[in-house]
C-alpha cells in the first residue's frame, strides 16, 4: 500500500503538527506501509519527502496553488490513500491538526480574558485571508456527501465537527492521537538542567520541592496567565511541600515575567525558553501542568502520561480522553476557573498524591492507548476499509 501524508510545512524542529507526520510516517512504515510526505515548503532530507513549492517562493502560498501543486504530484505518481492534514476535497482522509477551524477561532478569542478583546478577535477573525480560506475549505469539505473521512484526534475534535459543522458521524473516524512513548532521557543533560533550575530558584535539594512544568510556545493559549495567578492564590496558605513552576518553550517571555514579578512569584518560577528535549525536564519534574484554552489534544500532555507524569489540564484538552480525573491527573473545568486550578496544584503537592497518581498511570498501562504505534494501526485499518469500499483490494 502507498500513501501520500499532506501537510502545508514539514520542518520537525517546529514539532506539532510537523513532528506528528513524522512519528507517524515512521509508524506506518513499520507495518509495511510506503508513505510519501508531500509539503508545500520545508525540509526534504530524505527521499520519501517532496517539497512541491519552487525554492525562493513565499511563506504561504494559497490553498488552491498547493491543490493543483498536490494534484499534479498525485497525477504522476500513484497512491492508493491519499492523507491530507489540510482540507482538500480529494483526499481519502483528512486529519485536522489543530481540530476545525472553527472551534479554534473561537477558543483563541476566549483566551483573550478581556471582553471586549475576546470579542473583537472573535468578530475580526475572517480579516485573516488564510485562516478563511482554510475554514472554508473546511465547511465545504464536510458539505460534500463524497467528501474525505474525518480523522479526529480526540472525541473534542469529533464533537466539533458534528457540533460545528452538522457532519454526519459516519464520515468521521476517532483515531486519537499517538506519541512515541519509550524515550530516552539524558542523564547528564537532566542533571546538569535541574542544578541550573535550582540554582535560578535559590533552593537546595533539602527543601523537597515539588517541581511543576509547564511545556508549550504559545503562553497565552496554553494558559501560563492563568498557572501563575492560581499560584498566587495559594501563596496565602501553606502546601504540604513548596511548589515552584519551570516554563518551557519559545513564547514570548516578558509579560508573563512581569506578571509574577507583579504577583511576588518571580522567586518561585524559572522561564527556561526553547527545550530541544523536553523530556529531559520531565524527567526532573514532579507534575506536568497545562491549563489550556484550547488543545485538539496535546503531544505534551500524552508525552508525560507516558513518562508516568500526574498532569494537570482542562476540559478544553483532548488529551482529557487519555486518563480518568482524580486518578491520573486532574481536569479542570475551565482554565478561568482558577480557584479550581489552584486546589489541583495544591492536591500534588502531597508526596501521596504523586506516588498514587504514577503508580495507576503504570497500573493502567496507558502507554498502550497513548503510543504513536497503536494510531497507526487504527489508521491502517482505516486505508484498508477505504479501499475495500472503492473496489481495489
Not at 479554534?104 to 470579542?119: D, M, P
Not at 485571508?129 to 463524497?146: I, V
Request: charged residues 20%; contains cysteine.
Amino acid at each position: 500500500m502507498k500513501v501520500a501524508i499532506i501537510i502545508e510545512r514539514y520542518d520537525i524542529s517546529l514539532g506539532g503538527a510537523e513532528w506528528l507526520v513524522y512519528e507517524l510516517a515512521s509508524a506506518l512504515c513499520q507495518l509495511g506501509v510506503d508513505v510519501d510526505i508531500l509539503a508545500a515548503q520545508g525540509n526534504n532530507s530524505a527521499a520519501n519527502i517532496h517539497i512541491l513549492c519552487p525554492a525562493g517562493q513565499s511563506k504561504h502560498i494559497s490553498l488552491a496553488s498547493f491543490g493543483k501543486l498536490i494534484s499534479n504530484h498525485i497525477g504522476r505518481n500513484h497512491y492508493d490513500i491519499i492523507h491530507s492534514l489540510i482540507p482538500l476535497t480529494f483526499a481519502d482522509i483528512y486529519q485536522p491538526p489543530g481540530g476545525s477551524f472553527t472551534e479554534t477561532i473561537i477558543r483563541n478569542a476566549a483566551s483573550y480574558r478581556n471582553k471586549l478583546v475576546s470579542s473583537y478577535k472573535k468578530a475580526t477573525a475572517f480579516t485573516n485571508r488564510r485562516r478563511s480560506e482554510l475554514l472554508w475549505a473546511e465547511k465545504k469539505l464536510c458539505r460534500d456527501p463524497n467528501g474525505p473521512i474525518i480523522a479526529a484526534l480526540s472525541n473534542y475534535v469529533k464533537d466539533q465537527f458534528t457540533s460545528h459543522y452538522n457532519l454526519n458521524s459516519k464520515r468521521i473516524a476517532l483515531v486519537p492521537n499517538g506519541v512515541k512513548v519509550y524515550n530516552q532521557v539524558d542523564a547528564e543533560i537532566a542533571g546538569k538542567l535541574k542544578t541550573q533550575i535550582f540554582q535560578q530558584l535559590a533552593i537546595e535539594s533539602s527543601a523537597n520541592p515539588v517541581l511543576f512544568l509547564f511545556g508549550a510556545n504559545n503562553f497565552r493559549l496554553k494558559g501560563l496567565n492563568v498557572l501563575i495567578e492560581a499560584m498566587a492564590l495559594l501563596e496565602k496558605a501553606p502546601a504540604p511541600r513548596p511548589l515552584y513552576l519551570i516554563v518551557a518553550g519559545g513564547g514570548k517571555i516578558q509579560k508573563f515575567r512581569s506578571l509574577a514579578e507583579k504577583l511576588n512569584l518571580d522567586k518561585k518560577i524559572v522561564f527556561l525558553g526553547h527545550l530541544p528535549n523536553i523530556q529531559n525536564a520531565m524527567s526532573i519534574s514532579d507534575v506536568a501542568v497545562l491549563p489550556t484554552f484550547y488543545d485538539p489534544c496535546s503531544r505534551y500532555i500524552l508525552e508525560a502520561l507516558a513518562a508516568c507524569k500526574p498532569v494537570i489540564t482542562t476540559k478544553f484538552n483532548g488529551a482529557s480522553d487519555f486518563f480518568v480525573n482524580d486518578r491520573h491527573g486532574k481536569i479542570i473545568d475551565t482554565p478561568e476557573n482558577i480557584a479550581a486550578l489552584a486546589e489541583a496544584i495544591r492536591y500534588f503537592t502531597d508526596t501521596k498524591n504523586i506516588e498514587n497518581a504514577s503508580k495507576a498511570i503504570i497500573e493502567d498501562n496507558l502507554k498502550d492507548n497513548i503510543s504513536i504505534e497503536r494510531a497507526a494501526r487504527q489508521l491502517l485499518d482505516i486505508y484498508e476499509s477505504i479501499l475495500q469500499r472503492k473496489g481495489r483490494k
